[in-house]
């Protein structure tokens, strides 16, 4: 258990479907985080929050359209997705300044199939 | 733009030092070495992380050569449960620009 909860664990959508991620973090951080993880390739970071603002889009396609309405909740709302989007998106959270900062927390992740 | 190298995978016998190295020879000044693993169908997990000086915790040690140009990580007394990929990375900004690489698939075997 690492105080970040993400659901659902499993998803499987249409290409024409609409649907949502959602994270939640217990651990009072103030940075949330969206990282996808496709298979045999590396973590991508996709976006940053901090404090609520979104402070980082790593050139993400619009059909991933995130949400964070406080510091201890963020969704990813997915649609029109392709089957190449299929994969594990791992949410993470943080504390940044001081000592804890470059820790991050993930949760277990939402893995995705788009057929 | 790869900011460290590490050998894709190794293999270490329970019970015994897992040595994980990682080579960041192009390292800033002001850049931390950090290291997480992810255990399979898991989110990564934070190990460690430090600046020049070595560093210790419940999970592990960092060594960090004078230099700085490379790291190893040291699990002391493996276990089963260490089988994961072992990431090494280097940044300046905290948690917000942390950039995974393929890492170390460490296998421990019985």
């Known amino acids: 258990e690492t105080g970040v909860t993400q659901t659902p664990r499993h998803l499987v959508m249409g290409m024409t479907n609409k649907k949502s991620l959602k994270c939640e973090q217990h651990?009072?951080?103030?940075?949330m985080y969206w990282y996808k993880q496709s298979a045999k390739k590396p973590l991508e970071l996709m976006f940053v929050y901090n404090f609520k603002e979104q402070t980082e889009n790593n050139s993400v396609p619009s059909r991933f359209s995130p949400e964070c309405p406080n510091s201890s909740h963020l969704f990813l709302h997915l649609h029109t997705l392709q089957p190449e989007d299929s994969a594990l998106y791992l949410c993470?959270?943080?504390?940044?300044?001081?000592?804890?900062?470059?820790?991050?927390?993930f949760g277990e992740g939402s893995r995705l199939t788009v057929l | 733009d790869a900011k460290t190298t590490q050998p894709p995978s190794m293999d270490c016998a329970e019970g015994r030092a897992a040595n994980l190295p990682c080579n960041h020879s192009t390292i800033s000044g002001n850049e931390y070495v950090y290291w997480y693993r992810q255990i399979h169908s898991q989110g990564p997990q934070y190990i460690i992380h430090?600046?020049?000086n070595n560093e210790t915790n419940e999970m592990a040690s960092l060594i960090i050569t004078e230099d700085r140009k490379s790291s190893t990580l040291i699990l002391p007394h493996a276990t089963l449960r260490d089988t994961a990929v072992y990431y090494c990375?280097?940044?300046?900004?905290?948690?917000?620009?942390?950039?995974f690489g393929q890492g170390t698939r460490l296998t421990i075997n019985p």
């Open positions: 651990l009072g951080h103030n940075a």
């Open positions: 993470a959270s943080s504390q940044e300044g001081g000592r804890a900062a470059g820790e991050l927390f």
């Open positions: 430090g600046l020049k």
């Open positions: 990375i280097v940044s300046n900004q905290g948690a917000q620009k942390l950039v």
